[in-house]
C-alpha cells in the first residue's frame, strides 16, 4: 500500500508570508507550488522550486484564479476559454523557474475555486485538463476524488491522481464542505489523522452528515496556510509509517 503526501506551497506574496515551507517539504513526496496568480510571486517560486529541488521531491503547479485579495478562493465567473488561457500561462511561469534549477514538472492540481469550480462543472474540468494535456501530456493531473476533474482529465488522455484532504471535511456527495460554513476545516490533528487513515487504508470517509462513502485516494493534500500544517504532516507521515504505508511521489 503507497500514498503521495502533498502540500499547496509557496504562497508567500512579496512581504507576506506564511512561513514554514522550508520546514514541511523534507517531510512531503509532492509540493503544489503557487505561480502568482492567486498567490506567490517571482522570488518565492524561484526559492520554492530550488528547496524542492535541495529535498528531492516533486514538483507540481498549482494555477488559480486571478484574485490575490480572496486567495483565489472566490468563484469567478470566467468562460472556458479564459480558464484554459490563464492554466497555460501559469504553467508557464512555473516550468520557467524550474528549467534555471533542472527540475521537471511533475504533476498540476488546480488551486481554490478554480479546483472547486471543475469539480463541479465539465464544461471547467475539461479546459483545464485541454490547457495540462496542451502544455505537456505527460504531467499528472491531480483532482478531487470521485468528479468531473478526474473523469475529464482522463477522457483528455492525462494520467489522473484521485486527491483526498487531510484537514477538509466531506459533503455526502464527495464533494468538500465549502469554507463558508463552520467546522469546514478540520484542525484537530487527532481528527485528521483518524481520517487519513481511513481514506488511505478503507477507501472511505465519513462525511459531514456521518454516512459513510466510498473514495479512492492516491494523493493526501493538507494545506500549507493552516497554522497546524507543520504539525500535520508530521503526524500523518509517523502513522502511515507505522501503517505500514510507503509514501512515495506520484508517478514515482
Known amino acids: 500500500m ?39 510571486d517571482w522570488n518565492v517560486m524561484n526559492e520554492t522550486i530550488k528547496i524542492a529541488k535541495e529535498s528531492n521531491i516533486g514538483v507540481g503547479a498549482h494555477p ?54 471543475g469539480a463541479r462543472d465539465e464544461n471547467i474540468a ?25 473523469s475529464e482529465a482522463e477522457k483528455t488522455g492525462l494520467t489522473a491522481a484521485s486527491e483526498v484532504f487531510a484537514d477538509r471535511r466531506y459533503e455526502d456527495d464527495g464533494q468538500l464542505v465549502s ?13 485528521a489523522i483518524e481520517q487519513v487513515l481511513k481514506m488511505v487504508t478503507e477507501q472511505k470517509v465519513v462525511t459531514k452528515t456521518g454516512k459513510e462513502i466510498d473514495l479512492k485516494a492516491d494523493t493526501i493534500c493538507v494545506h ?13 507521515r509517523d502513522t502511515l509509517n507505522k501503517e505500514g504505508v510507503s509514501i512515495k511521489q506520484l508517478g514515482g
Open 2 to 40: 503507497q500514498i503521495d503526501l502533498n502540500c499547496d506551497l509557496g504562497e508567500a506574496f512579496g512581504n507576506y508570508s506564511f512561513g514554514g515551507d522550508q520546514h514541511i517539504i523534507p517531510l512531503i513526496t509532492s509540493a503544489n507550488v503557487a505561480c502568482g496568480f492567486h498567490a506567490g
Open 64 to 117: 488559480g484564479l486571478p484574485d490575490l485579495q480572496g486567495f483565489g478562493r472566490r468563484n469567478m465567473d470566467i468562460s472556458p476559454q479564459e480558464i484554459y488561457n490563464i492554466v497555460t500561462y501559469q504553467l508557464g511561469a512555473l516550468q520557467g523557474f524550474c528549467n534555471l534549477h533542472n527540475k521537471r514538472i511533475n504533476h498540476v492540481k488546480p488551486h481554490g475555486a478554480l479546483y472547486q469550480m
Open 126 to 150: 475539461k479546459a483545464i485538463a485541454q490547457a495540462v494535456f496542451d502544455f505537456d501530456s505527460s504531467l499528472i493531473f491531480v483532482g478531487l476524488s470521485n468528479t468531473v476533474l478526474i
Open 179 to 191: 469554507r463558508k460554513e463552520d467546522n469546514a476545516v478540520l484542525t484537530d490533528k487527532d481528527e
Open 224 to 236: 500549507g496556510d493552516s497554522a497546524q500544517a507543520l504539525e500535520f504532516v508530521k503526524s500523518i
